[in-house]
């Protein structure tokens, strides 16, 4: 078998990771061996790369946090999932892979379906869903903003707004990320701009909008907070700008904006057992209907691990770079 493996962290993520070979390890008992089918790469995977995640595992670690896999061995004592099984990987790390050994407690059973598209449903959509329903009572008809809106969550947000009939005012930074977001069912869609809250008044005649998210950081903050109604509840979850979050007392004291934080690994903390197999399968089950996808700009098997993290890396992509570990 073949690992992604890095013994150092640094500023280049590619520069630090290669594909390692190794004998592919039979499964002891208690454990199961899963051929990897398809692994993301996110942001997070390149901040842990570059040593600038909440959580860093010791080194040397293998890449890739979240994927999916189909049992291929079972080890003594083990009877389910059965060889054949599509499974969810469990979030611990090492998904960079062509195969890899598991607890078969920790591994959740999925339909058939395309294996690229299940293998990103531990990071983006779950924190795309929750993103809508943790922080304001929204009702059918209302309105959302969020920055970042072509990103894997903003897309994954836009999709799943429609299905609860939530309708989506869609922030982006660069005039050519608009057509894509339309595309996924963006109701309107704003370059971002030091007049993007008159736009969005406009865009919305004047109705409330009680819930912001926002992924940029810095002066990007306070343009949402500014497209709020009052007393309206801004959630960040990122700093794509690099930038602490910007808001000024007109918006907290004045309009009331709470500010609050979003990070789906202290959810999958504290969340139970059975609330978050509940939401997997919710979102395992859109993808195989066919009713949630993200964009996919490209598959790299693991033998190009370097090219794929660089394009990973780089900015105005126009979808998710997807490890096929096995692919020649």
């Not at 993301?40 to 670690?61: C, K, M, V």
């Amino acid at each position: 078998m073949k690992q992604a493996r890095y013994e150092q962290r640094g500023p280049v993520p590619q520069d630090v990771i290669a594909a390692v070979e190794s004998a592919t390890p039979a499964p002891a008992p208690g454990q199961v061996l899963v051929e990897v089918l398809a692994a993301p790469i996110n942001p997070s995977d390149l901040l842990t790369l570059t040593g600038e995640y909440g959580l860093l595992p010791p080194l040397p670690a293998v890449g890739g946090n979240e994927g999916v896999g189909r049992v291929a061995a079972l080890g003594e004592g083990v009877s389910a999932p059965a060889i054949g099984t599509v499974v969810l990987l469990p979030p611990s790390g090492g998904s960079w892979s062509t195969h890899l050994l598991a607890d078969p407690r920790a591994l959740l059973p999925l339909p058939e379906a395309d294996p690229v598209q299940l293998s990103m449903i531990t990071v983006n959509p779950p924190t795309a869903r929750l993103l809508l329903t943790e922080f304001v009572d929204l009702q059918p008809g209302d309105w959302v903003i969020q920055n970042a809106a072509n990103s894997a969550v903003g897309g994954y947000l836009v999709q799943l707004a429609a299905l609860r009939g939530l309708r989506t005012l869609n922030v982006v930074r660069r005039e050519s990320a608009v057509a894509g977001v339309r595309e996924l069912g963006g109701d309107v869609v704003l370059v971002d701009g030091d007049d993007l809250s008159r736009r969005v008044r406009e865009a919305t005649d004047g109705a409330p909008v009680r819930l912001g998210i926002d992924a940029v950081g810095g002066g990007a903050t306070e343009r949402l907070a500014q497209s709020l109604s009052e007393g309206g509840v801004l959630v960040n979850y990122g700093a794509m700008s690099g930038e602490a979050c910007a808001l000024s007392p007109a918006q907290l004291v004045f309009r009331d904006i709470a500010l609050r934080g979003f990070w789906l690994a202290r959810w999958y903390r504290l969340a139970p057992m059975a609330q978050r197999v509940g939401l997997l399968q919710e979102l395992a089950g859109l993808i195989t209907q066919g009713a949630l996808r993200t964009r996919v700009q490209a598959v790299y098997g693991i033998d190009r691990i370097k090219d794929a993290v660089a394009a990973a890396a780089a900015g105005e992509r126009e979808g998710k770079i997807v490890l096929v570990p096995n692919q020649t």
